[in-house]
């Protein structure tokens, strides 16, 4: 897989060829194809014409009151999981190939907490950046610490 920096930018970028697509730059919000935090659609790159999985993450500002208001649609953020000994693993499915982490996790929310660590399968993987050293699937960020070397 590339090493282009593809999680969490302004705009969307091909991890097959690293070209940014700001045909966005000038559409406002509300007509864009992904107007909801966390929607993901699937994107045709402009210059390589390659499909990737591309998923909308909004900025978040605060404003708070002295008597709380109504909560409303509350949706929870991605945990952020720490994943070591671990290694990517292609799958291939029915339509398409796919990769995977596989590694040890000593707290999950959805897993649990495990002394010694639990070894789980990630669902596929929408994206890594061995820079930043973190990898996203749909329901969590995990925060990649050793790999493993065998």
């Known amino acids: 897989m590339p090493d282009f ?28 194809d992904l107007t909801e935090d966390g929607e993901n659609d699937i994107y045709a790159c ?10 909308l993450h909004l900025q978040h500002a605060y404003s708070a009151q002295a008597e709380p208001l109504e909560r409303k649609n509350v949706k929870p953020e991605k945990p952020r999981v720490q994943i070591s000994d671990w290694y990517i693993q292609n799958q291939s499915g029915d339509k398409e190939n796919w990769q995977q ?35 996203e699937t ?13």
């Open 101 to 135: 982490l596989v590694g040890r996790v000593f707290d999950h929310p959805t897993v649990g907490s495990y002394e010694g660590g639990k070894v789980v399968r990630t669902p596929m993987l929408l994206g890594i950046d061995f820079k930043a050293k973190i990898a």
């Open 46 to 55: 402009p210059a390589c014409g390659k499909s990737y999985l591309c998923t």
């Open 5 to 32: 920096d593809t999680i969490m930018t302004e705009y969307p970028i091909c991890p097959h060829c690293g070209t940014q697509d700001d045909m966005l730059v000038d559409v406002p919000l509300k007509e864009r």
């Open 138 to 150: 749909h329901n969590t960020y995990y925060i990649l610490g050793e790999p493993d070397v065998r």
